[in-house]
């Protein structure tokens, strides 16, 4: 073996270097598995659209549902016209209600007020509700 | 009932796993049967049946004397009678009825053929190809010239089996690929379900006994093939993978280990 | 690097750690002619780490229920990302560890290193390789297959044998008449939360044990010493040794690696050896299986319930060898410690061996 001809120490030090480069190895290969393990799989179908049927959303009532992972809420204001928001309020992500009688949407968390359209009317929240695009199909409604 | 027994019975036989299991309860159920305790102590035509049937598919897979004769297994004194619902021997004719209970399908496919048209006047049903009580596992086995020219040239029978033959092979090949997976962890209950229920409407193509539609088809069940065995070789390609990458996690540590133990070696030569 | 060391300045004033550390590194002096059989503790420390961590990662998608454990671990093995992987390590190295647990204890006994002043160390020992097996016994009903299901029936039915509690006892150990729903609830508690924490305090005791008598010098050539306790508490010195670290770990770290090595192997290329066929099937309580067998670690306790007549005497012979392998420092008086010496004890430890070893193989061929 050519290391027994060096001496102890300097063998050491490129033993632990290999040593360190071998482990390293071992540890990226074993962090992967975990990585993917905690990696969420459901991305909550991105970029996919979803349907609801129109009978679901009566008009002046408010339908709350699944939208790509998170909660969001279908509109009809008027009759045939349709609104789609995020349901998650932009102070602090509780999920805002709607509340029928003044046709606006209040978070229960710390007052933040919304318009049926996601614009603030008071409150904490420093942003609008996100919208989706709607459109009709049928008796289906198309959003995304 | 009927149709999970049919369809859970093949799926354990093709694992041939459960083969103990299974036989076990139909022992069981055959235990409790009335018909078979009389019929299994007679000898002659009357007793005949039993071992018969002991042999058979349906046996195998739970199905029982009352399954298709009627009666009441557990009633030795009622258990023949038309009242609890007792058949007895179909007629000629009744036959295929008889067996279409079950085999809906396969029954429309040969009412449907010449085979079928031709019954009434003497045409071949059910049991004259697949026997009665020994009834085997349907294969291309049953398409042979000793059996077909009893009644026809054999001609365009064996133009059948060819044609179907290599799709049949493929089935039984892809479906011996499925143990070996099941056995290091795989959930094949999937594929099984999908190679079961394709070799089903597979075999009824059998019935149709018309050449031009079982050539036409059999194109259409090696595109299905294809498809299936793709995704079972992505399993197989996934789990050669998983060796590489244990092998080299394998020797890197011996590696790892080997230098650990070359570093002790320089302490010790301080020592 | 300055950060760092200004950070354990900062903790040093306070806490004193440089001082602990060299105390317990590079001042712990062991014996020089130590050998790699004094690793097999640190080994197992590792795969019980690696227990804990493989476990964790199972109880995130394990439902505890029977209608749908099996299901839950098929997907473990099929959906969740790398769940077979940490399943496989989970199996196979509960294996290993008894593998490992045997291994150890069987070099301590034939070091005699059990003896005075170490009877605490032997005691913690074997409490940790009975909780070890009995980690492996409630684990195995969890995936509630065929196999845990009339392995766990089995096993609790031998406590049956037990006179006049009996009856009552095994319906204790299963909370029901037959294993069921509360058995899985119960095991399942235990196997991640009892016994865990049981090991977690049992081991801490033990090194506890072991770092305070020191470690004992292998007895063999010209310096070995007797088994002796003198009137006062003495920490077993080693002035001529060598340091613990890094001498010793290096060659504890190469055990380390072969060990792990073995169970990275295994798990990848033959994992199936310690999944019978039994354990791809979802228990089924009106059905047994046909020659259902224990694990490996348990034949011979298997078949020592056969070969008695009655289950009763077979139970009490597996009670008593464990009572003695117990309390064998307390039976075990001796001073010397060199097998050479020892030719009564190296003779029942060589046959006692021989005999498990072929009660267990008859065992797995009845």
């Given at each position: 073996m050519p290391e027994k001809t060096l001496p102890p120490d300097q063998r050491r030090r490129y033993l632990l270097a290999m040593l360190g480069a071998v482990g390293g190895a071992l540890a990226a290969m074993g962090a992967w598995p975990l990585v993917r393990f905690f990696?969420?799989?459901?991305?909550?179908?991105?970029?996919s659209a979803i349907e609801i049927p129109?009978?679901?959303?009566?008009?002046g009532s408010a339908h709350f549902f699944d939208y790509r992972g998170r909660p969001a809420v279908l509109l009809q204001?008027?009759?045939g016209e349709f609104l789609a928001l995020t349901a998650?309020?932009?102070?602090?992500?509780c999920i805002v209600k709607w509340q029928d009688d003044v046709g606006e949407f209040l978070c229960p968390c710390h007052g933040g007020r919304f318009s049926?359209?996601?614009?603030?009317?008071?409150?904490?929240?420093p942003a609008p509700l996100e919208t989706f695009p709607v459109t009709l199909k049928g008796d289906q409604i198309v959003i995304g | 009932m009927m149709t999970v027994n049919l369809r859970g019975g093949p799926v354990a036989l093709m694992l041939g796993l459960c083969l103990f299991a299974f036989g076990g309860q139909a022992v069981a159920a055959e235990d409790d049967s009335v018909c078979l305790q009389c019929h299994g102590a007679q000898s002659g035509r009357l007793g005949d049946p039993v071992p018969a049937w002991e042999s058979s598919v349906h046996a195998g897979n739970g199905v029982s004397c009352h399954d298709c004769h009627?009666?009441?297994?557990?009633?030795?004194?009622?258990?023949?009678?038309p009242e609890r619902g007792f058949l007895g021997v179909p007629e000629y004719e009744e036959v295929p009825d008889f067996c279409g209970r079950c085999h809906v399908g396969v029954k429309d496919d040969y009412l449907a053929s010449q085979h079928g048209k031709a019954l009434a006047s003497g045409g071949p049903q059910c049991?004259?190809?697949?026997?009665?009580?020994?009834?085997?596992?349907?294969?291309?086995?049953?398409?042979?010239e000793q059996d077909c020219s009893?009644?026809?040239?054999?001609g365009r029978a064996a133009e059948i089996r060819a044609s179907m033959e290599t799709t049949d092979d493929r089935i039984s090949l892809l479906e011996n690929e499925l143990p070996p997976l099941h056995r290091v962890g795989i959930d094949v209950k999937g594929f099984e379900g999908e190679i079961f229920s394709l070799r089903n409407e597979f075999h009824r193509?059998?019935?149709?006994?018309d050449v031009e539609q079982v050539k036409r088809e059999t194109d259409r069940f090696g595109t299905q093939l294809d498809e299936i065995s793709g995704r079972v070789e992505g399993v197989k390609t996934d789990l050669a993978e998983r060796k590489i990458w244990g092998g080299v996690a394998t020797v890197l540590l011996i590696v790892a280990g080997i230098l650990s133990w070359l570093l002790r070696r320089t302490y010790h030569d301080q020592e | 690097m300055k950060p760092l060391k200004m950070v354990i300045d900062w903790v040093d004033v306070r806490l004193g750690v440089r001082e602990l550390w060299t105390a317990n590194t590079t001042g712990y002096l062991v014996p020089g002619?130590?050998?790699?059989?004094?690793s097999l503790g640190t080994v197992l420390l590792v795969l019980f780490g690696l227990q804990f961590l493989t476990g964790i990662l199972l109880l995130m998608h394990y439902?505890?229920?029977?209608?749908k454990a099996f299901a839950s671990v098929e997907r473990i093995m099929?959906?969740?990302?790398f769940g077979w992987l940490f399943r496989y390590l989970h199996v196979v190295g509960s294996n290993l560890i008894v593998v490992v647990l045997l291994l150890h204890m069987l070099s301590v006994l034939f070091m005699g290193s059990y003896k005075r002043p170490r009877e605490l160390t032997w005691l913690s020992g074997f409490g940790l390789f009975n909780l070890g097996l009995f980690l492996c016994l409630t684990g195995?009903?969890?995936?509630?297959?065929q196999l845990s299901f009339w392995a766990t029936t089995v096993a609790t039915d031998?406590?049956?044998?037990?006179?006049?509690i009996g009856s009552k006892l095994v319906e204790v150990l299963r909370?029901?008449?037959?294993?069921g729903s509360e058995t899985l609830g119960r095991f399942f508690a235990l196997h991640v939360v009892v016994m865990p924490l049981a090991l977690l305090g049992l081991i801490g005791f033990h090194l506890f044990c072991v770092r305070r008598n020191g470690i004992s010098r292998?007895?063999?050539?010209?310096?070995a010493r007797p088994a002796r306790v003198g009137e006062q508490f003495e920490h077993e010195h080693h002035d001529d040794g060598i340091p613990f670290f890094p001498n010793y770990t290096s060659e504890e770290a190469a055990m380390v690696c072969y060990f792990i090595a073995l169970l990275v192997f295994i798990s990848f290329f033959a994992p199936q050896i310690f999944l019978?066929?039994?354990?791809?099937e979802p228990a089924d309580p009106f059905n047994t299986p046909e020659h259902i067998k224990p694990e490996w670690y348990f034949l011979w306790a298997y078949q020592t319930l056969k070969i008695f007549p009655s289950k009763f005497l077979g139970l009490a012979v597996q009670g008593g060898l464990m009572t003695f392998l117990a309390l064998l420092p307390f039976i075990d008086?001796?001073?010397?410690?060199?097998p050479a010496k020892r030719p009564l004890f190296v003779t029942c430890y060589v046959l006692g061996l021989l005999l498990i070893l072929a009660i267990s193989i008859w065992g797995h061929y009845s």
């Open positions: 990696m969420p799989r459901d991305t909550g179908g991105a970029g129109r009978k679901d959303v009566p008009p204001p008027r009759s998650v309020c932009t102070h602090l992500g049926l359209d996601g614009a603030v009317l008071g409150g904490p929240p | 009627g009666g009441d297994p557990t009633d030795m004194a009622m258990a023949m009678s049991v004259v190809c697949h026997d009665n009580h020994a009834v085997q596992r349907a294969s291309l086995d049953l398409i042979n009893r009644c026809h040239d054999y193509l059998f019935h149709t006994v | 002619n130590i050998n790699p059989w004094y439902i505890p229920d029977t209608e099929n959906e969740v990302p195995y009903l969890l995936p509630w297959s031998a406590a049956g044998a037990v006179p006049v909370g029901s008449p037959s294993v292998p007895p063999f050539g010209e310096k019978p066929l039994d354990a791809l008086r001796g001073e010397e410690r060199r």
